[in-house]
């Protein structure tokens, strides 16, 4: 599956003002990278991929359209996957686009 190219797009406008911004294909998709550090990802497996501080993941995969980010056979503490329906608005896609992003600030450079 492709990644979704409008969601991408979506992504690129909200992220226009951000300083540190570059772009990267990454896991079949297109990868968001502040300052060197993943924040958000058009995943190649639908949806979006979000990087999140490790000791927030639980409590975030319980709210909808929440899924745990699987790597390798295992459960990736720190990124968490949303369905399509968790960013069909431009509200749901902000708020996890922006938590994406506070959390690759909050990283150091690389």
Known sequence: MAYDEDLA???REL???EHGVDE???FGG???LINGN???CASGQ???MVRVPPEDTAALLERDHTAPMIMAGRETRG???IGDDGVRTKRQLQSWA???VDYAKSLPPK
């Open 79 to 81: 990124w968490i996957r």
């Open 15 to 17: 992220l226009a003002t």
């Open 9 to 11: 797009n979506r992504l």
């Open 30 to 32: 297109v990868a968001f």
């Open 98 to 100: 922006t938590r994406g």
């Open 38 to 40: 993943m924040a958000v």
């Open 46 to 48: 639908g949806g979006l």
């Open 24 to 26: 990267k294909r990454m």
